[in-house]
């Protein structure tokens, strides 16, 4: 167990919809990072936050956006969701902005239909 | 140049053996690897790492090796067991950025 914790495991929603993942991080740790795992894809960078202001963007898409509220858990929102969104998300959390060292939380998967 | 790249993408070992899983990247501002286990279902775990300081690192029966000239490294699992059957990414990342950037993964099978 990480310590990282993620809600809902599972998702299913259809195209179109707008859903929220949530993840908490380690005791501790300040930043929290958003990672897509899809089969084609591998598992993707998508966004990191360092005690609540966003520090790094990678492939994330327009219509996703994430926060970190001053708990220093993180919301991921994924909004006109496609058929092509369906994935594992992960979050990690470290305790330094650097990135080393990241535990991983057990993802949620998300179905859309 | 962000890319690392890993090989193969899957591999069979007998129990007891020593499974040997590749790395390369491009990027030479890269200062960190580390490896992750994903069990089916599960997040990545981070396994073990290494820094481009050292040319190898042991952590019981995985260890890593790094070669800074050839701009790869490696993952050795000795005797192997079928528990540690799982997929396995490598990964790095650079000082002053954020994100790791993963190897496509290899999926390790240890038969009993």
């Known amino acids: 167990d990480s310590g990282v914790t993620q809600t809902p495991k599972h998702l299913i929603t259809a195209t179109g919809q707008r859903v929220t993942l949530r993840c908490s991080p380690r005791s501790g740790d300040l930043s929290v990072y958003w990672y897509q795992q899809s089969l084609d894809q591998g598992l993707q960078f998508l966004i990191q936050y360092y005690n609540g202001e966003e520090r790094a963007k990678g492939n994330i898409l327009e219509r996703f956006s994430a926060q970190q509220f001053p708990d220093l858990h993180s919301e991921l929102n994924l909004s006109s969701l496609e058929l092509g969104d369906s994935a594992l998300y992960f979050c990690a959390s470290s305790v330094g902005l650097a990135g080393a060292e990241q535990y991983f939380g057990p993802g949620t998967r998300l179905t859309v239909t | 140049q962000q890319q690392v790249k890993q090989s193969p993408q899957s591999l069979i070992v007998q129990k007891g053996g020593i499974s040997i899983i590749n790395c390369a990247y491009e990027n030479t501002a890269f200062d960190y690897f580390p490896w992750y286990q994903q069990f089916p279902g599960k997040g990545p775990a981070l396994l073990i790492a290494i820094r481009p300081d050292v040319s190898e690192k042991k952590e019981g029966r995985f260890t890593i090796s790094f070669n800074k000239s050839a701009k790869q490294f490696s993952l050795h699992i000795m005797d192997s067991q079928p528990g540690d059957s799982a997929t396995y990414f490598c990964?790095?990342?650079?000082?002053?950025?954020?994100?790791?950037?993963f190897g496509s993964g290899t999926q390790l099978t240890v038969l009993p």
């Open positions: 990964a790095a990342g650079a000082s002053g950025a954020r994100q790791l950037t």
